[in-house]
């Protein structure tokens, strides 16, 4: 079945450093979504591309779409304390989503 | 508008003991998926409801089971517990009219089985 893998695992950064994570899916997707849980918290969504080679940006928040709609990332610039948390990417698989299993990212102040 | 609830929040059960977890879906929603969140993992497809019939399944046995009310609610029900059944319940809506959207989540329910 589809499969959905992260890199890195986790991520410890200085606060003002820049932090990237990288998805990528076994097969193509139709879409991709990512999501932030904060720690002890729920799934969050941040948001879904569509279109090959997408770039879609939220204030220091950067989302990428592959062109081959098989990966994604997502890039933080200046990381601050807020940013703390687990970062998902998640691709359609029918009626589900399938998750990676995650990029945990601490920043020290 | 209230979005996802689910109920309880936390719950510890012994092994071979059976749960009832329950979810309200976002106001409008008319489709709940249920995801398991072991530690350190991302959250796992359990199976999804619309209708009040089982619409999709992921890789879970038997003993996971659920149900969706008229009203759109949901539970999932989980028999003969065992250990590794520990982790973090989640509960998923969505409109079944707009597909592939985002899911909203609700806050899940952390169970423990000793």
């Known amino acids: 079945g589809q499969q959905v893998m992260q890199i890195p695992q986790y991520q410890h950064v200085q606060e003002g450093e820049d932090f990237t994570t990288y998805c990528n899916s076994s097969?193509?997707?139709?879409?991709i979504q990512w999501y932030k849980q904060r720690p002890g918290g729920h799934p969050v969504f941040l948001i879904q591309l569509v279109k090959s080679g997408e770039v879609k940006k939220q204030k220091r928040l950067t989302f990428q779409f592959g062109e081959a709609k098989k990966n994604s990332s997502l890039h933080i610039t200046a990381t601050q304390t807020t940013d703390v948390g687990t970062y998902f990417c998640?691709?359609?698989?029918?009626?589900?989503?399938?998750f990676g299993a995650g990029t945990i990212l601490r920043v020290k102040s | 508008d209230a979005g996802v609830t689910q109920s309880p929040t936390h719950l510890i059960k012994t092994r071979g003991q059976q749960v009832t977890l329950r979810c309200s879906p976002k106001s409008g929603h008319d489709t709940v998926s249920w995801y398991q969140q072991a530690l350190g993992q991302g959250p796992q497809f359990i199976f999804q409801?619309?209708?009040?019939?089982?619409?999709q399944r992921g890789n879970f046995p038997d003993r996971f089971s659920g149900h969706q009310f008229p009203n759109y609610s949901s539970e999932l029900n989980v028999n003969a517990l065992l250990l590794g059944d520990s982790a973090l319940y989640l509960c998923a809506s969505s409109p079944t009219w707009v597909r592939n959207t985002e899911a909203f989540f609700g806050q899940g329910t952390r169970l423990t089985v000793v």
């Open positions: 998640a691709g359609p698989s029918g009626n589900k989503l399938v």
């Open positions: 409801y619309y209708e009040e019939e089982e619409r």
């Open positions: 097969t193509t997707l139709s879409n």
